[in-house]
T-cell receptor
Framework: DSGVTQTPKHLITATGQRVTLRCSPRSGDLSVYWYQQSLDQGLQFLIQYYNGEERAKGNILERFSAQQFPDLHSELNLSSLELGDSALYFC???????????????FGEGSRLTVL | GESVGLHLPTLSVQEGDNSIINCAYSNSASDYFIWYKQESGKGPQFIIDIRSNMDKRQGQRVTVLLNKTVKHLSLQIAATQPGDSAVYFCAENLVPMDTGRRALTFGSGTRLQVQP
């Protein structure tokens, strides 16, 4: 158990709909990352938040948005869903940067989104 | 564009043999690398990391080798076990910044199949 919690684990919805995925990082972790993993594909970085502020943006579509709340949990909002948005969406968190540390990310179990 | 990639999509080995998973990177500024293991239905898990000032690092049954001359990274697993069956990703990152952490860029992954 990585300590990162994602909900829901599975979600089935229709094209054109909107969904929200939720992530609770490990206790004490300030950074949250969102990744998308399509079938048999690698992990595509979407966006990163650090202590409530957007820190880095990857290949995130304009239809997608995210935020990190004061309690550090994060939500990824996916709107106007298309068939191609079907994927596993992973959230990861990392330790605060104090002194020497690794780049290790702790991943949740993912939210599997199926768009029909 | 700069990317991290893998040579072989699937590697099949006999139980007890040593496994070698390869990864090529193209970002010459990359100075920190991580290997992750992803079992079916789970999020990626950290295996081992290496900084660019090293060319070899050993863990428990795993060794990572870095060849900066040819921008090549490899993961060696000794005495491969059925539990090692998973998809392995290499990822690159710049050395973490003080105020945040640059997101990891993942390769496309290699599936390791261990035959009993």
């Amino acid at each position: 158990d990585s300590g990162v919690t994602q909900t829901p684990k599975h979600l089935i919805t229709a094209t054109g709909q909107r969904v929200t995925l939720r992530c609770s990082p490990r206790s004490g972790d300030l950074s949250v990352y969102w990744y998308q993993q399509s079938l048999d594909q690698g992990l595509q970085f979407l966006i990163q938040y650090y202590n409530g502020e957007e820190r880095a943006k990857g290949n995130i579509l304009e239809r997608f948005s995210a935020q990190q709340f004061p309690d550090l949990h994060s939500e990824l909002n996916l709107s106007s869903l298309e068939l191609g948005d079907s994927a596993l969406y992973f959230c990861a968190s990392s330790v605060p940067l104090t002194g020497v540390n690794t780049g290790e990310l702790f991943f949740g179990e993912g939210s599997r989104l199926t768009v029909l | 564009g700069e990317s991290v990639g893998l040579h072989l999509p699937t590697l099949s080995v006999q139980e007890g043999d040593n496994s070698i998973i390869n990864c090529a990177y193209s970002n010459s500024a990359s100075d920190y690398f991580i290997w992750y293991k992803q079992e079916s239905g789970k999020g990626p898990q950290f295996i081992i990391d290496i900084r660019s000032n090293m060319d070899k690092r050993q863990g428990q049954r795993v060794t990572v080798l870095l060849n900066k001359t040819v921008k090549h990274l490899s993961l060696q697993i000794a005495a491969t076990q059925p539990g090692d069956s998973a998809v392995y990703f290499c990822a690159e990152n710049l050395v973490p910044m003080d105020t945040g952490r640059r997101a990891l860029t993942f390769g496309s992954g290699t599936r390791l199949q261990v035959q009993p």
